[in-house]
């Protein structure tokens, strides 16, 4: 894998923090008509659940979106080389809908820090009155089981996939999302599969400057480098309560350390400082 | 002649315990039937940002004829599960009546 596809440090913490990430118009638009066109002729074919993904989508155009260099350094940043499928869908939001789908997180309840990923593809454009999916940034380490969240109708901070055609949008299995409501008289169509990790996900991404990037262990996190590790962990979303936006903080924390290995990781000594506990033999920092 | 009362429903996530504290997150149910509401209905831009919140505190919810119904309780953290997050914790609810 060309280091140059793989996400950077200030993108993985960007993810870590925030639970997406984002790329317009990534896609060229002959493999956005293509899969349109499989789409509309019901031809997308996945696989068994567990399948290696290198070996799904032969001979379509769903593969030759995999596998644009962009795209497979994406997939293996966050799950590896060679994640494994886990299913995917072709959702449809119907003409002039009446109202949009509740606020959930897909599948169940998923408290591990191993992570899957869900690759969302939006292949034509999507002006704001035909909705696009909407999420919660910062919502990915929240403890929710599906749609309990559903009567979440608004929230500061909210981001609606309003996009041009060809736009990927990688999520955290945990973030909150929706399809918003569709008020054009055309279908809305968005492709996602979902992956999963089958290889510890550490530093699987381009870390180069890992350490100029502040991922070192730091007392306080006074950083005013928006592009700086310890930054982009330590801001909080415009939702966060004041106190439980804290312990999103240290949620995130827990996730960096996981993907670094550095267990001496942290951001405002937070975790440190729980930590440190001389009666049981371990000296404090 | 009997007047016909319908109950308008708010729900606002507040920033703390405080009811005058900063909305975070706000829905809206009308049983008048004369407005709906749903997921997103905010979101105002095309850059997929969010319109303004209907009040930037729950004290100015009362302010404006909305009445308060619902607390959320103070409830410590179940044991073992101290720094994990889950639903907003803030949420108060209020109601207003409307003639129909």
Known sequence: MDKAYLLNNEQMATFVARGFLRFDELVPDDINQAVMAEIDAGSIQ??????????????SSIRKLLDMPEI????????????????????????????????????????????????MYFPHHIPLEMGGTLL???????????????????????????????????????IWHCGRQNKTNQKRYMFKVRLNPQEPQVK???????????GSRELYAGHKDEHDVQYILSKFEPWFENASGRLE????????????GDDNFDVHYWLSRLENKPSEGRPSA | MTTKQRQQVLVLYLATSALDSGVKGWSMY?????????????????????SAAPYSTGLDALRDGWRVIQFPQLTPPYPGEEYSTSFMKNEFIFERLEVV
């Open chain 1, 46 to 59: 996945g696989a068994p659940a567990g399948t290696p993904l290198s070996q799904c989508y032969q001979d």
């Open chain 1, 136 to 174: 919660l940034p910062g919502s990915h380490y929240r403890r929710v089981n599906e749609m309990d969240i559903a009567r979440y109708q608004n929230m500061l901070g909210q981001v609606s996939m309003v996009c041009k055609a060809g736009t990927i949008l990688v999520l955290h299995h945990g």
């Open chain 1, 72 to 119: 497979q350094g994406i997939i293996h940043s966050l799950v590896g080389a060679d994640p494994l499928f886990d299913h995917d869908a072709v959702h449809v939001r119907e003409p002039n809908q009446g109202s949009a789908q509740g606020m959930h997180a897909d599948s169940i309840i998923d408290t591990r820090l191993d992570f899957d990923i869900q690759l």
């Open chain 1, 204 to 214: 699987l991404w381009n870390t180069d400057g890992l350490e100029d990037a502040g």
């Open chain 2, 30 to 50: 009308d049983g008048t039937g004369k407005d709906t509401f749903t997921t997103g209905d905010a979101v105002s831009d095309d850059a997929g940002g969010v």
């Open chain 1, 249 to 260: 903080i240290v949620n995130r924390t827990k996730q960096w350390r996981f993907l670094t």
